[in-house]
């Protein structure tokens, strides 16, 4: 899927993405998450145990909504769960906080194990965007 240059200017905007998986159950479990645009891919960090990468891992089905008002893109698709990316973690805390926040923010709970979603678009329809 190919996105327009409106589409990919929006995207490219600091908005927060709300990403819904499908739960074991099939019921649908929602988060909101900062993103990038990564070439033709949105891509975000998550923990490495959490439903979001659990609920992917079993069923790669995944939809991602980002929201300005009245605008808005909802993009559906399929998502891998890779290794961590620490270089993909610093680039959204630069997009996300000021600078000097970013190195407090990464030294956050060291402990937790990360992992990190690349999520392929398949479909997208929106207001305002297209």
């Known amino acids: 899927m190919r996105l327009t240059e409106r589409q990919r200017e929006f995207l ?4 927060y993405a709300v990403v ?4 074991a159950d099939g019921s649908i479990q929602q988060t909101v998450v900062w993103y990038l645009l990564d070439g033709e891919q ?3 960090s998550v923990g490495a145990n959490s439903i979001k990468a659990q609920n992917l891992r079993r069923n790669p089905t995944i939809t991602v909504t980002i929201e300005d008002g ?3 893109l909802s993009l559906s698709g399929t998502a891998l769960v890779e290794a961590a990316d620490p270089a ?3 680039r959204l ?15 956050r ?7 990190t979603v690349r999520m392929s678009i398949r479909r997208v329809y929106g207001q305002g965007v297209t």
């Open 109 to 115: 709970r060291p402990d937790v194990p990360r992992a």
């Open 12 to 15: 490219d905007g600091r908005h």
């Open 93 to 107: 805390a630069l997009r996300y906080l000021s600078p000097e926040r970013v190195d407090e923010w990464l030294a």
């Open 20 to 23: 819904g998986t499908l739960n």
């Open 88 to 90: 993909l973690r610093r």
């Open 70 to 72: 009245i605008r808005y």
């Open 42 to 44: 949105i891509r975000f």
